[in-house]
């Protein structure tokens, strides 16, 4: 018999085997000392907290409803430790931060003309977007189905709207150190914006 926690984890509840627990609160008590000193330290460890939840998500079935220890292990080594980040100039470190993630197309919200729908195919495919854009031109003044097909893409593809998603929708892998840096980028991005 083990004892059971019941936690909230990027808005959604768990429920958490007790060693389960310590391990991932010792996991996020060390990350949260690791980005004390960045400005950015409480987005960074929202979004990670965000893509452990939807790690833990998958893990959860009709059959099995409470994260083990086993599974936060294994959270712990896609999203990697501080001290991947810190020794980052290492060769296995740059593999494992340069290894392709899970791959899927979003709507770029972020660089939309329109709708963000040749924004993330461009980033999908880790292409120009003015290309795919002059691309769905020339085929609605050819025959007028780019707009249906932009219309439909519209309709299906979701929006970008995570950091992991906006991650994922470059193909990159959903880890500590691209979650850091995106975050970084948008808090930078944000603060340039704001000093114009």
């Given at each position: 018999m083990k004892i059971t926690v019941s936690i909230n984890l990027g808005g959604y509840s768990f429920n958490i085997d007790e060693?389960?627990?310590?391990?991932?609160?010792?996991?996020?008590?060390?990350?949260?000392?690791?980005?004390?000193?960045?400005?950015?330290?409480?987005?960074?460890?929202?979004?990670?907290?965000s893509r452990l939840s939807e790690l833990f998500r998958a893990k959860i079935t009709t059959y099995k409803q409470v994260v083990n220890i086993d599974d936060v292990r294994q959270a712990i080594s896609v999203m990697g430790t501080p001290e991947d980040i810190s020794d980052s100039e290492g060769p296995t470190a740059r593999e494992k931060?340069?290894?392709?993630?899970?791959?899927?197309?979003?709507?770029?919200?972020?660089?939309?003309?329109?709708?963000?729908?040749?924004?993330?195919?461009?980033?999908?495919?880790?292409?120009?977007?003015?290309?795919?854009?002059?691309?769905?031109?020339a085929i609605t003044l050819a025959g007028g189905i780019g707009a249906l097909v932009y219309l439909?893409?519209?309709?299906?593809?979701?929006?970008?709207?995570?950091?992991?998603?906006?991650?994922?929708?470059?193909?990159?892998?959903?880890?500590?150190?691209?979650?850091?840096?995106?975050?970084?980028?948008?808090?930078?991005?944000?603060r340039k914006n704001m000093k114009l």
């Open positions: 060693d389960a627990y310590a391990e991932l609160k010792m996991y996020l008590k060390n990350l949260e000392l690791h980005f004390a000193s960045e400005e950015s330290s409480s987005e960074i460890l929202s979004d990670i907290e931060f340069s290894s392709p993630g899970y791959h899927r197309m979003y709507r770029d919200i972020d660089h939309r003309v329109i709708g963000g729908v040749c924004s993330g195919m461009g980033a999908y495919w880790d292409i120009d977007p003015v290309i795919v854009r002059v691309i769905f031109v439909i893409l519209y309709v299906v593809l979701p929006e970008a709207r995570t950091t992991a998603q906006k991650i994922e929708m470059k193909g990159n892998p959903v880890n500590i150190h691209n979650i850091t840096d995106a975050v970084k980028k948008e808090f930078n991005t944000v």
